[in-house]
């Protein structure tokens, strides 16, 4: 007898505008989340041309025109003015914001940190980070989001500057940067908004007051490290090296109020994505305990303290997490400029629009995934998947302007993965389905609440 396959619920989506809606109610919408603000025809159109009264903005689906703008012309499409100015109080002029030789010279100092030798360096200080995660989870019911912002920080300060979480400068930048975006929710949404462009530059004096605050910590945290380097006490992990890594083309170090700037998006870039991946992966497999089995089976052949080349082995949790990035990318767009005019699938696109990436919609997209909405983690060990991410799997960007945690991001999230699904089991609770939101990255607009249990030693 043929085995009735389990039918599991979708996981969450959010509900679709109306294709037809006024400024005003777009507007609401957009304050309210911008996955909400968007009609069901983007998961199907090739791109979508949207009208306001101060800009014209076009979202391109057609993995051609992604191309264009990633990786084919990046210089010709830089990041907008618009999310630099609503970043600026927090992130000066980081890598994350600047553009042209400014942005290159920063790869350039940055990029070697990153690279794939070194991220071996790295990964034991990854290792003690999920290991603490695994003895702070608690039992019963937990809000997972939360707890993996907390994990996730932990990974960030033990890898850049050798500190736990629990170190007081770390936690007091932990705490302080949850105020900031209490304060200031819409951070980088105010390069989609349909607001003329001086909008962005109105900071809330509490955001303001929240970002000092945090790069007044974050000073003391490169200025101690700046003596220990200078005394030959540093201790070998990403911070020292990014501050002692000369631009190979000009000889330059990072002065000190740059590196400031580098190391709070290191710690907003760096932390609040791997959370929200984090979290949404553990209720994908709360929701399939099938593959949460697995996930733990694979796990187990793990030692209690697995080298990088056993992580690097972890096919299931890698599939588990991959799938999650498509379901929940936790940048679910991004937005550039063009600076020349363009011809967009026939269309005359003035200099100056704004050119919206949405992972989020090529991601579900109906014509590039089979099956875009549900959790198939299988698709990854087929030709068919492995085609439609070529097309279309984007959580990391691509093109000379990827993230540069890419790599570390898919060490840390198999390993935290493994070692939590090894030690417990998740359950969904009833009457508690997460409803998706995007602020600053992709969020559930209540948590992520599951019932946790340990397994048995
Ligand atoms: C699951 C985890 C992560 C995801 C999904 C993610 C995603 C992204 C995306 C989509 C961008 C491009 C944004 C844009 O162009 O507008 C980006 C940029 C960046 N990310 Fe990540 N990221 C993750 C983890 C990390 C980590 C762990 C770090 C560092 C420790 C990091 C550091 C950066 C930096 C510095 C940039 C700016 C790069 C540039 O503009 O040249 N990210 N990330």
Known sequence: M???????????????????????????????????????????????????????????????????????????????????????????????????????????????????????????????????????????????????????????????????????????????????????????????????????????????????????????????????????????????????????????????AEMVDQVAIFFLAGHETSASALAWTLYLLALHPEVQEEVAEEARALSEAPDFAAVARLRRARDVFREALRLYPPVPMMVRENRCPEDFRGRKVAPGAQIVLSPWHLHRHERLWANPDSFDPDRWQTEAGRLSSREAFLPFSAGPRVCSGAGFAMVEGPLMLALLARAFRFEPIAGREPIPVAHLTVRARAGIHLRVFARPA
């Open 2 to 256: 043929k085995d009735c396959p389990i039918r599991r619920p979708q996981p969450p989506k959010p509900a679709p505008r109306p294709d037809k809606v006024s400024l005003l109610a777009y507007l609401r919408l957009f304050r309210r989340d911008i996955l909400s603000a968007q009609p069901a025809r983007l998961y199907r159109a090739w791109m979508a041309e949207f009208r306001t009264p101060f800009f014209r903005s076009y979202l391109c689906n057609d993995p051609a025109l992604v191309t264009r703008v990633l990786n084919e012309r990046p210089d010709d499409f830089p990041k907008s003015n618009r999310i630099r100015e609503g970043l600026a109080p927090l992130l000066g002029r980081s890598v994350f914001v600047t553009n042209g030789e400014e942005w290159k010279r920063q790869r350039r100092i940055i990029d070697p940190a990153f690279e794939g030798g070194r991220l071996k360096d790295t990964y034991p200080a990854m290792l003690a980070a999920a290991q603490a995660a695994v003895a702070r989870m608690p039992e019963g019911e937990v809000e997972v989001e939360e707890a993996m912002s907390h994990a996730a920080a932990d990974v960030i300060f033990r890898t850049l500057f050798s500190i736990p979480i629990e170190n007081q400068i770390a936690a007091q930048v932990f705490h302080e940067f949850r105020a900031y975006q209490r304060t200031q929710p819409l951070l980088n949404l105010a390069a989609f908004l349909p607001l003329p462009s001086w909008m962005p530059r109105l900071h809330r004096r509490a955001t303001k007051r929240s970002a000092a605050l945090i790069r007044g910590l974050i000073t003391q945290l490169t200025e101690a490290r700046a003596a220990e380097i200078a005394a030959g006490t540093a201790p070998d992990d990403l911070a020292t090296k990014i501050m002692t890594t000369a631009d190979p083309l000009t000889g330059e170090r990072f002065a000190a």
